[in-house]
């Protein structure tokens, strides 16, 4: 599901908890291809528990539980 996601041409992108079966190094792989999307203008939304996922992102939203 990530592949088809970055692959398609769609100019928005939801990704839920995509990298929760990932380990660090290849999470940082993912959101680096996740930034040259936004780089092209793509709009790319990520749900996530992890707490390290932040340093990847411009803008966050937190919904308190």
């Known amino acids: 599901a990530i592949a088809r ?3 398609q041409d769609a100019p928005i992108v939801v990704l839920d908890e995509a990298t929760s079966g990932v380990d660090f190094e290849n999470e940082t792989i993912l ?3 996740l930034r040259e999307m ?3 203008g793509k ?3 990520v749900v996530t528990h992890r707490e390290q ?3 990847f992102t411009d803008h966050e939203i937190r919904i308190p539980q």
């Open 5 to 7: 996601a970055i692959l």
């Open 31 to 33: 959101y680096g291809k």
């Open 38 to 40: 936004t780089r092209q």
């Open 43 to 45: 709009t790319v939304l």
């Open 53 to 55: 996922s932040r340093q």
